[in-house]
């Protein structure tokens, strides 16, 4: 006796189309969480003053201060009398002070008398190849030129950080930069011409205190006479 099977027991009879449902069912699902997005929430929030003036200028009362009017001119006489000028007028006689050749000059001076006075030119020799620099105040002892050479700089930058003042408006406003200063130690030891070069002109003005401040020094010299030293250094403005 055979055993038959109901076809609609079949277990295997609709497997291929629950297969496809499933798998488009998986990739839709795959599909919508790859497209998913999210936004974050934002809580700031703007906050806005609307201040409405309800000051009302006064306009202060004023008077008018009422003034006579001038009076009025003088009238012109009816009669008017005629005088005879009877007096007599000096006439002033200029005379020329224009030269001819017939003048004499007798108080001639003589060519000897005159003293011709010769002005000193100002030598300027530079701090790099100057015979003797100039000397700082407390360098007198140094005998040897490169050793001067190395306690001015060091002078210099002791100097420059005992008065350094960083001005309140540069920092305010975050202003910073090198200041590039130019001056002259002139052949009697003052500093001249200082010249500034730098981002903004309340640094260059610190740096120019600064250096204005400088003590006087010991002129440097070139084949023995006083002669002028340029010299330049930076100053950098920093805020930390």
Not at 91 to 107: A, L, P
Not at 121 to 136: H, L, Q, R
Request: glycine share 4%; charged share 30%.
């Amino acid at each position: 006796m055979e055993t038959k099977k109901n076809p609609e027991a079949d277990l295997n009879r609709n497997s291929g189309l629950y297969f496809v449902i499933g798998l488009a069912l998986i990739l839709f699902i795959t599909w919508r969480a790859l497209e998913h997005k999210s936004y974050d929430v934002n809580t700031d929030f703007v906050q806005m003053l609307d201040v409405q003036s309800d000051l009302k200028e006064e306009v202060p009362i004023t008077e008018q201060i009422k003034t006579a009017p001038p009076p009025p001119p003088p009238a012109a006489p009816e009669i008017i009398e005629i005088v005879e000028d009877t007096e007599e007028i000096e006439e002033t006689i200029i005379e020329s002070t224009e030269m001819s050749q017939e003048t004499v000059i007798e108080d001639a001076m003589d060519v000897d008398d005159v003293e011709v006075g010769e002005e000193e030119e100002e030598v300027s020799v530079p701090f790099a190849v100057i015979e003797n620099v100039p000397i700082y105040p407390g360098c007198e002892e140094i005998k040897t030129n490169n050793e001067r050479k190395a306690c001015f700089q060091k002078h210099m930058q002791a100097h420059i950080i005992k008065h350094f003042r960083y001005p309140a408006s540069a920092m305010e406003l975050g202003i910073q930069g090198r200041v590039h200063v130019q001056f002259k130690i002139d052949n009697k030891g003052h500093i001249t011409n200082i010249r500034m070069r730098g981002p903004d002109n309340t640094l260059e003005k610190e740096a120019a205190r600064i250096i204005a401040a400088l003590p006087q020094m010991t002129p440097g010299r070139q084949r023995g006479r006083n002669v002028a030293v340029p010299y330049s250094i930076p100053i950098n403005f920093k805020l930390e």
